[in-house]
């Protein structure tokens, strides 16, 4: 059974830092891609980044590149989401997903239970 669990989302100030986690168990951690999306509400869900665990190659959306850095820790089983200089549009329900290496396109398969961040002064 594929579970993902995502943790360290909070309350913080805009310009901060913030690092989530995606802990994972259930499946061969090596042998899947790791994305995380977040949806803010009234919005619809949105893509983020993936990371291909073996290798570490990653991919972001356009509109999230360079604020955003997705990492992982083999032994761990994680996959990270560092977020810095978090603005209040930032603030959303963040969310990890799974799926096989040989899988492509929109669609991912197994999706945590997801973290809310929230960005105030």
């Known amino acids: 059974q594929v579970v993902l669990v995502e943790s360290g989302g909070g309350l913080v100030q805009p310009g901060d830092s913030l690092r989530l986690s995606c802990t994972t168990s259930?499946?061969?951690?090596?042998?899947?891609?790791v994305a995380w999306f977040r949806q803010a509400p009234g919005k619809e869900r949105e893509y983020i980044g993936h990371?291909?665990?073996?290798?570490?190659?990653?991919t972001y959306a356009d509109s999230m590149k360079g604020r955003f850095i997705i990492s992982r820790d083999m032994p761990k089983k994680t996959a990270y989401l560092q977020m810095n200089t978090l603005k209040p549009e930032d603030t959303a329900v963040y969310y990890c997903?799974?799926?096989?290496?040989?899988?492509?396109?929109?669609?991912?398969?197994?999706w945590g239970q997801g973290t809310q961040v929230t960005v105030s002064s």
């Open positions: 990371i291909i665990t073996h290798g570490g190659g990653t």
């Open positions: 997903a799974a799926r096989p290496n040989w899988k492509s396109g929109p669609q991912w398969d197994n």
């Open positions: 259930g499946f061969t951690f090596s042998s899947y891609a």
